[in-house]
Each structure stands twice: as C-alpha cells, then as structure tokens.
C-alpha cells in the first residue's frame, strides 16, 4: 500500500488547501510523533536532501523546531539568520531568490516580515517552498501544529469550536489558524480589541465577539496570541492592567467557567499579559504539546513534499531509495 | 506595436467616421493633411499622398491627458518628457499634462519654464501643473502667481496630499482669480496608515496593511467644503471609491464647481490584480472592490466625473521588483488607456463618442484649454481609432521608458490605429 500523498508543491500558506491535503499532513504527523517517541528519534528519510533554513526576522522556536524536524529526516541543514537590518540595507528579495537558485537547494524555509515574501520566491526558484512566517499574512505550519494539537485532545476537529484570542490584525497565527480551522469543518469566533479585529475579517467565515468570557463559554478551545509589546508602545493598547483585565486568559476568569476549556498559545507567552502564568502552566493548556507536535507537522509537511513521489511519475528525488 | 515618425507631408485618411467633440457631430468623410495642417480631400495628390485605409475607424480629437508623470527632471532613468511623449502619442493623446512631483519638484516659475523649453519640439504639447507648496511639503505656498504667467496650467502637491486644511483653503483663496484649478490629491495619509491595498476582505485574507476607502473620500469631503467656502476652482483626481463619487455627485448638486476625474485602471481592475502579490497593481488610490469600479464608471456615465486621466506613473524594474511594502505606488497608463476605458465603459453602455469626450472635451473643459477645430486650415491634430478591434496589449505596444503595468496580456475592445501631432505621427503596425 502506498502513503497517501499531498497535491502541494510548496507550503506558502493554509488558505486554499484542501481537508484532505490536511489530514494526511496530519495523521504523517502523529506517525511522526512515535518517532520522536522512540530512543533513536532518526529516520533516513530526507538523506542527500538539502534544506536552507532562511530566516529575515527573528525568531528562536520556530527556526529550532524547522532544524529539528530537517535534522530527524535526515536532511542536509544551512541556517541563515538575518534581522531586518540586513534588509533594510538593501538585500533585496531578488537577490535572495537568486542565490537560493544558483545554490541549488531543494527546500527553502523561509520567514520574511513581508506578507507574499515566500509567494514571490516560489515563483522564480526550482525548490520546494516553506512558509515559516510572512508577515501579518500566514504562518502554515503552526496552523497545523495547532489543529494537530486540538486533534489529539479531542479526536476531531469538525464541528469544534475554537476561540481565537488577542490582536487578529497582526497576527499571521490567527489568519492561519482561520483558514485551516474552517476548511477542516471546525467553528471560529475571533475576539480581541476592537481596533485589532480587522473589519472584514467575518468574510473569512469567522464570527466576532468582543466579550472575552462569552467566548470562553462558547468554545471548546481557545488560542491565544501574544501581545506584541510595540502596541503598547505606540499608544494602541492602553495599559497591561486594562488588557489583562479584559481579554487576559486569567485564573479567575477561567474558574468561573464550568467547562475545561483548552487553552493553546503559538508562544512566546507574556505571562501575566494575555494569559496566567498559572494557566500557562496548568492543566487545560495544551503548550508543550504544541512544541512537541510542532516537530512531528513539520516533519510530516518535509516528508510530503521533498519525499519520493512515484504516484506522480516523478523521477525520485533520491539517487537511491531508502529502505 | 507601431511606429513613430515625422508625419509625410500629405496625408489622406479614407473611408473613415469623422467625429468631432466640439460640436459633438460626425459625418462621413475623408481627412487630409497637408504639411501638417488639415485641408480640403481635393487639395492633395492621392497618388503622392500617404494613404491611410479608416474604413470602420473614427477621426476624432487627438485625446488629452492632465495627469500624468513623466518623470524629468531627475528621474530620467524611469521617464523623459521625450519618451512620455512617444508613449502619449502612441496612446492617441496629443496633449499631456505634467504633474510637479519631479526632484526638485515643479515649485517655481523657472520649473515651469524648463518644462515648456524641453518639450518645445515633442511631437506631444506638454503643459505643466505646478507645486501648490515649496517642495511639496505642504508648509509654505508656492509661487503660484508666477507660475501661471510662465504657463502652468494647474496646481498640485500630487502624490503628497495637502493635509493641512488652512494651507488647502489659502490655497484656493489665493488662485480664486486665477481660472485655473488646483488639484489635491484626496488621501488622509493618517487613515491611509501604510496601506498597500485596498482594505476589504482580500487584503484581511493577504495580511497586507489596508487603505480604507473613507481615507480618499473623507479628505474629499473637506476639499469640496472647501471648494464651496472659497468659490475656487477644485479638481479631484483619480477618485476610486462610491463613497467619493456620491460625494462629488452632492456637491455638484449644490452648485458648487468642482471637476473630477477617473483613472483607467480603476474602471478596468479591482482589487483582486494583486492577489498574487503583484507590485505592479499597487497604486495610490488603490484598485478597489467591484462595487467601487462601477460606481466610478457609474459617475463617468451620468456626468458627475467629468473626464478620463492616466495618471500613469512610471517606475524601474527595480523598483517594482522590490516585495509589496517597499515598491513604490503607480503604474504607467498611456499605451492601455483607450483599450482600457472603451471596453470597460463600452459594457457599461457608453458610446465610442461618449468615451472619446471623456478623452477630449471633458479634460479640456477641466483644465480651460481650448480643443483645436477638426476644419480646413486647422492644425491636424487627430487620433484614428479602430473600435470594433480586439486586441491584446503586450511589451511591444509600450513605448514608455518603463513597463510596470499589470494590464500586460489584457484584451482590449478598441485600439488607437494612428495619432497625428506637431509634424509627427503614431501608425499602429
């Protein structure tokens, strides 16, 4: 019997994927999660496979979990970090795209503050492209890890209701989350601050609601988002007090709830901030999984799309298949 | 696809519909030219004249674009009032207006005056539209008096709306005498807030920053409150959103004079060319919904948008093949502006003369110039068009130094066939 395949060249969001591309990039990952059960967490299933981790902005658990999952597949790994400032002094994404070409690698992972970055790179390079983040656009690999994460809890993800929590606007989880959520059948509302739920925002199929605890009496789960620090900075969050005291995933809050609600965060946590430090820490969160899944989707979206393909009459990718 | 070269000394256009938007008249008839000027069909050798087959094809007007950028002085590598012109003409305009946001911009009269001396021998008349503020930096008004009297036509910080309301008003306060609008390009830089695109539900889907419609249409409001308080002339350009044309519509009603006018792109596309992270549908205003294209198309149809300007706005491959932030607004707009404009408002139910008028009549009425009269003796300036062909606009149809079009393999109904101008003419093929 042969795997189950997706009809995804390149990963560049979650918006137009299909269940059923879904669901296999879910059950490879909970196959994935035995092996990282296992003592020897290696497979040689990506040998001779060239990966180049490619990242313009900052970020520590994703590039981690990327290496990780490139490293367990047995992948050949090149890290490229870069802040913003190496953009801004004119590396130009053409250029970039260009050296990626003439490198010959067979997968880009890429994180890019600009939404459509990996879009414009997948249409002028051979290799397989990831999206670890563009911009406020999408982040499709930890819209997977999260419904990988709701799966295990609860078996299923249609007709689940998930709650998305903090600034909509801006966030590339929440956008992702959204798409995959809906296309998998599940139920969406977003809540947050008024001025960071984008106005259009319920023509993506997602209801609104600003009342935090009648979200959390809604939902079967709830994802929260940090709280970037510059909003506040730049006056549009008023305070940490005020926030906390309205959309803070709270101690209090949830024990005024009968329903063990699970509580998600794509982290890094402002504890204190947008949630407890305690619920962070507590039963109903579900975080660690997340990082731990994250690995195991991961590495299911690499062996899908750089694997060998003999249904599509491809020649394999490898000089030599792995037995 | 066409060429562009000194006009024969005779010329005969056969077979052809003349159309004139002076008097709003066609007749059937043959055109010739001699050494430039037009004259009696008798009056020439058809055997030595240069022949031109206008079956099905209407003579009309040469078009009139009041807004465009071409670029010089100091931005040559993008544009030059020489290369504008060959793309003008080859667009059927045979008279340009230029916006000021040059480097240095168009702030003064000796601006004014390199302009006119550097197109004094373009196959286009180029006129140009002065800065309402040095620099464009909306603190202190320009020399407006002066520049008048070296000959610009307009006023406007284009690109750089004028935020500041008491410098707006004083501004057409000052120009109230002069018979000449000033022009405001309608953006609350402050509720544009960095948006790239459209704000609607495609730009929510693309995470891309939003520019709502209300950021055009509310600095609209205050500029046609202004228009009213001081009695000046205002002109709005390229207004894309329904709210500003319901605007417009108001104000009009109330008998205040105000013009305005419409781009091609934003009759033609909406929001949906940049889907695909396409830079070169980025444009300020943006493309926007379709409700909006045909309330803007809507207002050309009933009156309350008064003519069809380009507003093309050359960029370098360079620069548009930075990502969707960093490329600059704008998109060039004088080779696809009469295929763009005669299929989308043709099915919208607008005649060929209707368009034509959106084209001639309607921007000189804007800008008080005076259309040139298709009789024996007059100075042939003329455009030939086909408006039954369909076409398929390409790389080879841009005469322009610049390409940044999204239009690129777009069909068009209607195609300029000829253009003729100041001892030069545009044949197409």
């Known amino acids: 019997m042969s795997e189950p395949t997706v009809s995804l060249r390149h990963l560049l969001g979650l918006e137009g994927v299909s269940a059923q591309d879904i669901q296999v990039l879910l059950e490879t990952g909970f196959s994935f999660r035995e092996v990282l059960e296992r003592p020897i967490k290696k497979v040689p299933t990506l040998t001779g496979i060239s990966v180049v981790n490619l990242f313009f902005e900052g970020s520590t658990r994703t590039r981690i979990s990327f290496e990780l999952a490139e490293k367990r597949l047995s992948a050949d790994v090149t890290n490229f970090s870069a802040g913003a400032s190496s953009l801004s002094k004119g590396e130009g994404l053409k250029d970039t795209i260009q050296n990626i070409h003439a490198m010959k690698m067979d997968a880009v992972v890429m994180r890019h503050p600009v939404p459509g970055s990996t879009w414009q790179l997948s249409q002028f390079v051979d290799a397989v492209v990831i999206n670890a983040g563009d911009g406020t656009h999408e982040h499709p690999t930890q819209g997977l890890l999260d419904m990988m994460s709701l799966q295990e809890k609860f078996g299923r993800l249609k007709g689940l209701k998930v709650g998305i929590i903090g600034d909509i606007a801006h966030s590339r989880v929440a956008r992702s989350n959204i798409f995959g959520l809906i296309t998998m059948g599940a139920e969406v509302t977003v809540c947050g601050p008024g001025h960071l739920i984008p106005p259009y925002i319920g023509e993506l199929g997602v209801a609104v609601n600003g009342d935090i605890d009648e979200v959390l009496t809604w939902a079967d789960a709830v994802n929260v988002l940090r709280i970037q620090r510059e909003r506040m900075a730049d006056g549009i969050i008023p305070s940490v007090r005020e926030y906390r005291s309205r959309f803070g995933i709270t101690n209090e809050r949830l024990a005024r709830h009968r329903k063990e609600v699970v509580i998600l965060h794509p982290g890094p946590m402002n504890r204190g901030v947008e949630i407890d430090s305690d619920v962070a820490d507590g039963d109903q969160a579900v975080i660690l999984d997340q990082v731990l899944n994250g690995v195991a989707v991961r590495m299911s979206v690499l062996f899908h799309l750089l694997g060998p393909r003999e249904s599509e009459g491809e020649p394999p990718l490898h000089p030599e298949e792995e037995t | ?429």
């Open chain 2, 1 to 429: 696809m066409g060429t562009i070269t000194a006009l024969p000394r005779e010329v005969l256009i056969k077979g052809g519909m003349l159309y004139d938007p002076i008097t709003r008249e066609s007749r059937k008839g043959d055109v010739a030219i001699k050494n430039g000027r037009l004259t009696e069909p008798g009056e020439i050798g058809a055997d030595k004249a240069k022949v031109i087959d206008a079956r099905g094809c209407i003579i009309t007007h040469g078009f009139i674009d009041i807004h465009a950028h071409f670029r010089e002085p100091g931005r040559e590598d993008k544009e030059t009032l020489a290369t504008g012109s060959q793309a003008a003409l080859a667009g059927g305009f045979t008279r340009v207006c230029v916006m000021p946001n040059t480097d240095p911009p168009i702030d003064g009269p000796e601006g004014v005056r390199f302009i006119l001396e550097r197109s004094e021998d373009l196959p286009v008349a180029i006129h140009p539209v002065g800065a309402v503020t040095k620099g464009q930096r909306g603190k202190e008004l320009a020399e407006l008096l002066e520049m008048k009297a070296a000959g610009a036509v307009a006023f406007s910080d284009d690109g750089e709306p004028v935020q500041d309301g008491q410098m707006l008003r004083r501004a057409l306060y000052y120009t109230r005498d002069l018979g000449v609008p000033v022009i405001n390009h309608a953006e609350d830089v402050r509720l544009r807030a960095g948006g790239v695109m459209n704000e609607g539900a495609l730009s929510t889907r693309l995470g891309l920053p939003g520019n709502p419609a209300l950021a055009e249409a509310s600095m609209i409001y205050r500029d046609l409150l202004l228009a009213e308080d001081t009695g000046s002339r205002l002109h709005v350009p390229h207004v894309s959103t329904a709210l500003s044309v319901d605007l417009v519509r108001h104000f009009k009603e109330r008998g205040v004079t105000i013009t305005a006018e419409a781009s091609p792109h934003h009759l033609g596309l909406t929001d949906e060319a940049v889907r695909d992270f396409d830079t070169h549908a980025k444009v300020a205003p943006p493309l926007r919904s379709e409700g909006d294209r045909q309330a803007v198309a809507g207002g050309l149809r009933d009156g309350t948008l008064d003519c069809i300007a380009t507003d093309h706005a050359p960029h370098t491959v360079e620069d548009k093949e930075q990502d969707l932030i960093q490329a600059p607004f704008g998109m060039i707009g004088l080779e696809s502006a009469f295929g763009m404009a005669h299929t989308t408002l043709g099915q919208m139910g607008l005649s060929t003369e209707q368009v034509i008028d959106l084209l001639t009549s309607g921007p000189a009425r804007v800008m008080g110039l005076e259309l040139t009269p298709l009789e024996p003796g007059e100075t042939a300036e003329l455009v030939v068009l086909a408006p039954d062909e369909e076409w398929t606009f390409t790389r080879e149809d841009i005469h322009s130094r610049s390409r940044n079009t999204p239009m690129l393999g777009m069909t068009f109904t209607g195609r300029v066939r000829a253009t003729i101008s100041r001892g030069s003419w545009f044949t197409c093929r």
